[in-house]
């Protein structure tokens, strides 16, 4: 089955490999040894170059003509190889299935070690998805919605009775008061029991409402935590089938690297890992490229399909290797290759930090898109502004980053160098006493010239990042927009934030209660037009210096 393709299969030119711009790098440490050698750890890297990118785009095009490949959603890999001869050639590898199958012509076949599980992941897998769907039956339970639709219509009724009680419990006192002058004993004895007879019966009209909503709702109620309880124990059983599943797969699943060196997932990741770790795109190419004596140029890696349940994928957007499946075996898979140490100026060194004010307590800088602002949490994510220049200043490791700017923001970035200035500097950002001045470009027409938007914005914790408009959860969030240029269809504004949300601006231009018009390039909140950056950009900064006791007012020239 021929999997090596041309690299005109996927591109129109023939560029070389020497390409230095690099967005990324996959890179892990490998424990090495030798007889009379100190055991270290190599540092070992693999880029995603512009002509991994180009390649993969080429893929992409001929993934959107294949209406079967955009249907199910899915991580897809290529890995520029060069062969003995010095010839390069483009291998492509999916994740997981492909319309249901695990070898595919024209592809890199899955790592061994799934064939021999493959009848018994064929049964389990059918096993997950019938107890997916009898799930997704018992949540869709009619009786759920009429257990709430029923209470509620209780609770109505009930909120109406007692209404009626108190007020005539209020005109019983009212009455009792007026007779006690007015009545003979007598006369008095049979009024007083009849107002003891009337409360009376209000107490059992109460009790019987009371009895009936029980008698009606009860059942509905045990029948809905019988489904709940059935619930968790399919849910229960889908989590052992799958870790049965995943154990005897990983003790089968056999990795080699470029030292020639085969384990299994078993022994690479012995405290267990997660389900899918060996099916992802990244260890099936290097495993391929190790067991076939091809050397690895440069690797890329992108969704295609539907977004992922949780939003963070999306379709045509380049990943690195993901933190729970791939980047633990990075370390053992690029072992074998030519240690290379990383970059102190940045990823590949392509992407500079221009410095646009600097003293002896803080420093900003032009940040670029496409860089983060501080390291995240996993390892493909260390590259950022705080790590560059705690590595290029003599005094780095004492800096800190006193705001935020998202990923794909570009713009002005204040730091601090000491502990004092930046606690001074915070207070500024958080009692709203610095002055920002954002640029972004409009994918649509924007009629209003000018306006505060005044929208609440939440952060649904199960769906990170992503951030909406909600009036009862959210943050008070404002936003003063003046329109710069119409410019054919888009419209160029500058944004000036009274508070500072996460993706505030963001929200706050593509939501139809806000300017209803989405920045170019931010496809998380539905821009369709495919462009190269989000064209958002941190255009001024004013504060006041806490050392120098001045107005320190940054301005940067907007790139797009």
């Known amino acids: 089955m ?4 041309a690299l005109s299969d996927f591109i129109d030119y023939d560029l070389a490999v020497s390409d230095s711009s690099c967005s990324y790098w996959y890179e892990g440490r490998c424990l090495q040894s030798g007889v009379g050698v100190a055991r270290r750890r190599h540092h070992l890297r693999l880029p995603r170059t512009s002509t991994s990118e180009a390649i993969a785009h080429g893929l992409m095009q001929q993934l959107a003509k294949n209406d079967c490949s955009s249907r199910e959603g899915k991580m897809y890999g290529i890995l520029l190889v060069e062969l003995l001869n ?17 070898v595919v012509k024209g592809w890199v076949p899955p790592i061994p070690g799934r064939d021999e599980v493959a009848l018994e992941e064929a049964r389990t897998l059918a096993q ?14 009619t009786e759920r919605q009429q257990y709430e639709t029923l209470s509620e219509e209780f609770e109505q009724q009930l909120q109406v009775m007692s209404d009626r009680h108190r007020y005539c419990k209020h005109q019983r006192q009212e009455k009792r008061q007026q007779i006690c002058n007015t009545l003979t004993p007598e006369a008095l004895t049979i009024a007083l029991e009849q107002l003891d007879e009337e409360s009376r019966q209000q107490g059992i009209e109460r009790r019987q409402l009371k009895r009936q909503q029980n008698a009606v709702l009860q059942p509905l109620k045990q029948l809905i935590a019988a489904t709940d309880a059935r619930i968790s124990e399919l849910k229960q059983q889908r989590k052992e089938l799958s870790r049965q599943l995943q154990a005897q797969m990983h003790a089968t699943y056999s990795l080699t690297n470029f030292s020639g060196r085969s384990l299994s997932l078993q022994q690479l990741m012995p405290e267990g890992s997660p389900t899918g770790t060996g099916d992802c795109c990244a260890p099936k190419l290097l495993h391929y490229a190790a067991t076939h004596n091809l050397k690895p140029l440069a690797m890329a890696e992108f969704w295609w399909g539907a977004s992922s349940v949780n939003q963070d994928k999306i379709q045509g957007e380049f990943y690195g290797a993901c933190a729970e499946r791939c980047q633990p075996l990075m370390g053992f898979l690029l072992s074998g290759l030519k240690p290379k140490p990383p970059a102190l100026g940045g990823v590949g060194g392509e992407v500079t930090l221009p410095i646009i004010y600097e003293d002896e307590w803080l420093i900003a800088v032009n940040k670029p898109a496409g860089l983060l602002s ?27 980053s006193v705001h935020r ?12 160098r ?23 470009l409009l994918s649509g027409t924007v009629t209003v010239d000018q306006g505060v938007v005044d929208l609440p914005l939440w952060g649904d914790p199960e769906n990170r990042p992503y951030q909406k408009v909600d009036w009862q959860h959210g943050k008070p969030s404002l936003t003063h927009f003046q329109v710069m240029a119409r410019e054919g269809d888009y419209t160029r504004v500058e944004f000036t934030p ?5 993706h505030q601006l963001r929200v706050h231009a593509a939501d139809r209660r806000g300017l209803g018009a989405t920045i170019l ?16 950009h941190a255009r001024e900064l004013r504060f006041e210096h806490p050392q120098l006791n001045e107005t320190i007012h940054l301005n940067v020239k907007t790139p797009f």
């Open 2 to 5: 021929v999997v090596l393709h």
């Open 405 to 416: 700017l998202d990923q794909e923001t570009s713009g002005i970035l204040l730091l601090a």
């Open 521 to 536: 390039g931010d496809r998380l909140y539905g821009c369709c037009v495919v462009t190269s950056r989000l064209h958002l």
């Open 86 to 102: 010095g010839e390069q050639r483009v291998l492509k590898a999916f994740s997981g299935l492909l319309n249901g199958c695990s």
């Open 374 to 400: 501080v390291p995240g949490r996993y390892r493909d994510r260390q590259d950022s502004v705080l790590s560059r220049l705690r590595h290029l200043l003599a005094d780095g490791m004492a800096l800190t």
């Open 418 to 440: 000491d502990r004092q200035t930046h606690q001074q500097l915070s207070q500024q950002f958080q009692q709203r006493q610095v002055h920002k001045v954002y640029e972004a």
């Open 128 to 141: 997950l998805d019938a107890i997916k769907q009898e799930i997704l039956n018992l949540k869709q339970l």
């Open 498 to 502: 009274l508070t500072g949300r996460t």
